[in-house]
């Protein structure tokens, strides 16, 4: 269950980020404080939902288009959550750049969150494991 909890965790932490750096690197990106949430939760569950049927859709029926599942899958979350969420892209040329650049941050941070959830986890058995010795 804590397993889970800290996969979730570090999927909606990802989509937070890869939202937030489009609205700052793209001006046309914008997204309401109210709808932040809603856009982040929506995008990260649209994500891991879409991408293993893509994927399999892919794999069955265009093979050379799997290595741009998770830019696809990018897409078409971002689309949920501009359509459902507080999201909202303008121009086409916003549109491919958004998808970029969220797929290039929520695939880094992806894989350096846990990093950092690793490393605070090691540090604190290794305070605890101090102050037993002490006392």
């Known amino acids: 269950m804590i397993r889970f909890l800290v996969r979730a965790a570090i999927?909606?932490?990802?989509?937070?980020?890869?939202?937030?750096?489009?609205?700052?690197?793209?001006?046309?990106?914008?997204?309401?404080?109210?709808?932040f949430l809603t856009a982040?939760?929506?995008?990260?569950?649209?994500?891991?939902?879409?991408?293993?049927?893509?994927?399999?859709v892919a794999a069955r029926n265009a093979p050379a288009f799997l290595g741009g599942i998770g830019l696809v899958t990018t897409f078409v979350a971002l689309l949920i959550a501009s359509v459902f969420g507080g999201l909202s892209i303008s121009g086409w040329r916003t549109w491919v750049l958004a998808t970029i650049v969220v797929w290039l941050v929520t695939a880094l941070a992806t894989v350096l969150l846990p990093l950092v959830f690793v490393?605070?986890?090691?540090?604190?058995?290794?305070?605890?494991?101090?102050k037993k010795a002490a006392a």
């Open 11 to 35: 999927f909606l932490g990802s989509a937070a980020l890869g939202i937030l750096a489009a609205v700052m690197l793209l001006p046309e990106v914008s997204v309401s404080i109210s709808g």
């Open 119 to 130: 490393r605070d986890k090691v540090a604190e058995h290794r305070d605890g494991g101090d």
């Open 40 to 56: 982040v939760v929506l995008f990260a569950v649209a994500q891991s939902l879409l991408s293993p049927f893509i994927t399999k």
